[in-house]
C-alpha cells in the first residue's frame, strides 16, 4: 500500500507554510509522487523520539514562489492518531513485526539533516497502518514516555521550578525546551488590552505572542507548528510567578488562527524612518488532547488547586512489568486485584481530602506494614522489567534508561532521589544523576546491555583485559567529572547541588552477550579495573540486578 514517512522538522521553514500573510501549519515540500489520501506516519527524530502521529495527505497544492525546484509540491497533512507525549519507540514496532517501518526510520535517519523536512515512501499494508493507532494507544496506556510528566492537570507548580526541571524560556508566554520534548504557553485570564481566553465550541481561543511586521515571529512559529516539530503543547494558566498546568492542546489544524488582532504601531528602533510596523498577535485556536476543566463556570479555582514542588526531585514510580511484546503481564480481570484498586483510591482521596488523617496514619503498625508491602511491589514489579530489557538483545541505551527511571533504589541505599535537572553543564547531559543523603552527586552512565556493539574483554599477552567498549565509556564518563569540577560553585549556586569530587557509575553489557567467556572471568576483570580507577565504577547490568535482588532478601522470593 502506498504511503510515506515524514520526519518532524526541528526547524521550521517559513517557505513551505506560509504564503500570503496565510498560516499553513501543516505542509510540506516534496518532489515525491504523492496523493490525496496517502496515509502518513510522522516520526520525532533523536534520543527522545519516536512515532507521534497517524494521518493521511488531504490534498497537494502549488508551491511559494520562494521554492525554486520547479517539480516540487506543497503536501497537506491530517493527523487524526496523535501521541505527542507518548512517542512509539522503534523497539515497539520492531516487536510489531513492522520491519519495514523500522528500516525506513533507520535509513531516515542516518539521511537526516537539521531544518529539512525528510518525506519517504513507507510500504506497509492496509492492516500494518491499522496497527500503528493501536500501538500508539498501548504506549499512551503504558505510561512509555521519553521524558516523564509528573505535574497532574490542574496542579499549581513555581514557573521557575518548572524551568528548571523541563527547560524552555523562563519569561513571555511561551517557551519552547530545549532540554525536554515540550512547547510550553502561559495564558493570563485577564491580560493588558488582549481578549481573555474563551470557548468557541469544542475550541479555545487564546492569544498568542506579541509582534510586530507582517512576518511570522520565532515564537509564534513555535507554538503554530509545535505538531510539524513533533512536540506536545501544553498549556498553563499564569498568576505572577505561580502557572496551573491545564493539559495537553494541540493547535487547529485546518485554522490555526481565528484572527490577527492589532494593538498599535511602534517605529523601528535605531532607524530613521516614517515607516511604522503594525503591532499585533494571532488568536490562536486550540483543541484539547487531555486535562481538565479551564476557562469556563466548570474550572475550580486557582488558589483551591493543589499545590507541587519541584525543587529538588523528579520521582516517578517504577512501571508495571511488560512482556516482549509490550503487553502487560499482571492480570487485570482478578477481582481481588480490582478491590485492592479502589480501596487503595478511596484511602488517598481520605488522605487528600484530610491532610491531617496522615499523620494519624503514620503511627500506626498496620498502616506502616502496608506502606511497606506497597513499595516492596513496585521494587519487585520494577526490578522484573528492568531485566527484561537488560536481556534483550534489541534494547537500546534510551530503553535501558526508561526501565531504570525513578529506581534509584537498585543503585543502594545510600541515595536519597534522581536530580531533576540532567544538564547541569552546557553540552553535557547526564543519563541518571543520583543525590546521596549529604546533598552531593553521582552520576550513572548507561550503554547498552546485550546490544553491545562489542566484547566486554579481550585477550590480551595470555590474559584477560578490558575491551575498548569499556575504556571508551569510562573516558565518557571521566570528561564529564572533570567539566563538573570546572563548574562547580555555579551549579551549587544555581542548582544547589554539591559536584566537587562526584562520583560516577558505568552500566555497560552483560556476560549473557559473550558467552565463550565465563562470568566470573569478566566480574574478576572489572574488579581488578574498578580498584585502579579512583572516582569511577563499571559494572554490567547482571552485577547490578542480582545486587539489588540480594537488598530486597527473603521476600524477593516470595
Not at 53 to 70: F, K, M
Request: net charge positive; with cysteine; glycine share 10%.
Amino acid at each position: 500500500m502506498q504511503g510515506w514517512l515524514a520526519v518532524a522538522d526541528r526547524a521550521v521553514s517559513k517557505a513551505s507554510i506560509e504564503r500570503n500573510g496565510e498560516l499553513r501549519p501543516h505542509r510540506a515540500v516534496t518532489t515525491e509522487a504523492v496523493a490525496a489520501g496517502d496515509p502518513v506516519a510522522l516520526w520525532r527524530p533523536g534520543r527522545t523520539g519516536g512515532l507521534v502521529a497517524v494521518g493521511t495527505v488531504r490534498g497537494i497544492e502549488d508551491t511559494p514562489a520562494s521554492i525554486l525546484e520547479p517539480s516540487a509540491k506543497a503536501v497537506v497533512f491530517d493527523f487524526g492518531s496523535i501521541s505527542l507525549s507518548s512517542p512509539v519507540p522503534l523497539k515497539a514496532l520492531h516487536s510489531a513485526g513492522l520491519t519495514a517501518f523500522t528500516h525506513s526510520v533507520r535509513d531516515t535517519n542516518r539521511s537526516y539533516n537539521q531544518g529539512d523536512f525528510k518525506f519517504v515512501r513507507l510500504g506497509l499494508s492496509r492492516q500494518q497502518w491499522a496497527e500503528l493507532p493501536r500501538l500508539q494507544k498501548a504506549t499512551a496506556e503504558d505510561h512509555v514516555g521519553s521524558i516523564p510528566w509528573i505535574i497532574p492537570p490542574g496542579t499549581v507548580v513555581q514557573r521557575r521550578q518548572l524551568h528548571d526541571v523541563y527547560g524552555g524560556n523562563r519569561s513571555g508566554n511561551r517557551g519552547s525546551s530545549g532540554t525536554t520534548p515540550n512547547t510550553f504557553l502561559f495564558v493570563r485570564t485577564a491580560p493588558d488590552g488582549q481578549p481573555a481566553p474563551s470557548w468557541d465550541g469544542d475550541v479555545l481561543l487564546v492569544p498568542g505572542c506579541l509582534q510586530d511586521g507582517d512576518y511570522v515571529s520565532r515564537d509564534n512559529q513555535m507554538l503554530i507548528h509545535h505538531l510539524r516539530r513533533g512536540l506536545p503543547l501544553r498549556v498553563f494558566e499564569q498568576r505572577k510567578r505561580l502557572c496551573r498546568y491545564l493539559g495537553e492542546f494541540i493547535v487547529d489544524q485546518e485554522k490555526p488562527a481565528a484572527s490577527w488582532i492589532r494593538t498599535g504601531v511602534r517605529k523601528p528602533v535605531g532607524r530613521s524612518t516614517h515607516a511604522t510596523l503594525e503591532v499585533q498577535f494571532p488568536l490562536l485556536r486550540l483543541r484539547q488532547l487531555s486535562g481538565g476543566p479551564c476557562f469556563d463556570s466548570c474550572a475550580p479555582a486557582f488558589e483551591q488547586a493543589p499545590r507541587m514542588d519541584l525543587e529538588l526531585v523528579l520521582s516517578g514510580a517504577p512501571r508495571p512489568p511488560q512482556a516482549r511484546d509490550g503487553a502487560r503481564i499482571a492480570a487485570k480481570g482478578s477481582a481481588d486485584t480490582e478491590e485492592g484498586h479502589r480501596s487503595l483510591k478511596r484511602l488517598l482521596g481520605i488522605v487528600q481530602r484530610t491532610p491531617h488523617a496522615l499523620d494519624a496514619l503514620g503511627t500506626r503498625d498496620d498502616a506502616q506494614a502496608l506502606a511497606a508491602l506497597l513499595q516492596l511491589a513496585q521494587r519487585r514489579a520494577g526490578l522484573t522489567a528492568l531485566r527484561q530489557v537488560a536481556e534483550d538483545p534489541h534494547a537500546l541505551e534510551h530503553d535501558l534508561q526508561r526501565a531504570l527511571q525513578g529506581q534509584f533504589w537498585i543503585f543502594g541505599g545510600q541515595f536519597a532521589g534522581e536530580a531533576a535537572r540532567r544538564r547541569l553543564v552546557p553540552g553535557d547531559e547526564i543519563d541518571i544523576p543520583l543525590i546521596r543523603g549529604d546533598g552531593t552527586l553521582q552520576i550513572v552512565e548507561i550503554k547498552r546491555s546485550m546490544a553491545l556493539r562489542g566484547p566486554l574483554v579481550k585477550r590480551h599477552r595470555g590474559s584477560w583485559v578490558p575491551s575498548a567498549q569499556i575504556h571508551d565509556a569510562v573516558g565518557q564518563a571521566l570528561n564529564y567529572l572533570v567539566n563538573l569540577d570546572e563548574h562547580r560553585l555555579r551549579i551549587r549556586d544555581q542548582f544547589a547541588l554539591e559536584t566537587r569530587r562526584a562520583r560516577a557509575l558505568v552500566l555497560i553489557g552483560h556476560p549473557a552477550a559473550q558467552p565463550g567467556v565465563p562470568e566470573g572471568t569478566i566480574s574478576e576483570v572489572l574488579r581488578t579495573i574498578n580498584t585502579h580507577l579512583g572516582r569511577i565504577e563499571v559494572l554490567t547490568y547482571k552485577e547490578l540486578l542480582d545486587s539489588a535482588e540480594r537488598s530486597l532478601g527473603d521476600s524477593w522470593s516470595g
